[in-house]
């Protein structure tokens, strides 16, 4: 089953705010990947993140892989109506080359 | 090539009924996953491929479900007996080995609906 928690479950803001959403493990993950899915599509990966600390960025997105291995965060600056659709973080537990979702942050942008 | 590609987009069944999908991967992909998703979950792996060899199954991959990919290609999945549970989103994600998550790519999934 799921071993990550991921939050919020949804949001919705206004076109032009910051976004923020993190994700949590009781794990110590060694890989950590923040995917984009719209509706009726597969995933998309967004950032993918390898050491403890590192930060990386994507355009208007930031990810931050935390040192604890247990948590990463994933920021969107000055949202857009395309940003809508749900977020998904996935780690990859030590020793294991299947990464685990979490259950999606729904992002709503309101013009 | 223009990526991962599934078929069907979408399957409609009766309950009892067996069906079975395809997963084209990106043509000089290795690995090959597959991934069930229900509505408000994230994707579950099920299981994946090196080429031909199945190396891993997920305990959601009950005896009803079955895997294959003969020639190291294409692969299906195919469910037997299908219940009503089994309604999800089947995504299909393939992967060049030694570059493996980072270069993980999804197909469009097949959405399954028992009725």
């Known amino acids: 089953g799921q071993q990550l928690n991921q939050s919020p479950q949804s949001m919705f803001i206004q076109e032009g705010e910051d976004v923020s959403m993190n994700c949590t493990s009781s794990?110590?993950?060694?890989?950590w990947l923040w995917y984009k899915q719209d509706p009726g599509e597969g995933p998309v990966l967004l950032i993918a993140?390898?050491?403890?600390?590192e930060l990386t960025s994507n355009g208007r997105l930031t990810a931050q892989f935390g040192i604890t291995r247990k948590d990463s965060f994933l920021n969107i600056s000055a949202s857009i109506p395309s940003d809508v659709g749900i977020y998904f973080c996935a780690g990859q537990l030590v020793g294991s080359y299947i990464p685990t979702f979490g259950r999606g942050t729904s992002l709503i942008v309101h013009p | 090539d223009t990526g991962v590609s599934q078929d069907p987009r979408h399957k409609i069944t009766k309950r009892g009924q067996n069906v079975t999908f395809r997963c084209d991967p990106i043509s000089e992909h290795n690995r090959l996953y597959w991934y069930r998703q229900t509505l408000g979950q994230g994707p579950e792996f099920l299981t994946y491929f090196q080429n031909e060899a199945q190396l891993e199954k997920s305990r959601l991959l009950s005896d009803r479900f079955s895997a294959e990919r003969p020639k190291g290609s294409f692969s299906t999945l195919e469910i037997q007996r299908t219940e009503q549970g089994d309604s999800a989103m089947y995504l299909c994600?393939?992967?060049?080995?030694?570059?493996?998550?980072?270069?993980?790519?999804f197909g469009q999934g097949t959405r399954l609906t028992v009725v």
């Open positions: 794990s110590i993950f060694n890989t």
């Open positions: 994600a393939s992967s060049f080995r030694d570059r493996a998550l980072r270069d993980t790519f």
């Open positions: 993140l390898y050491k403890a600390g």
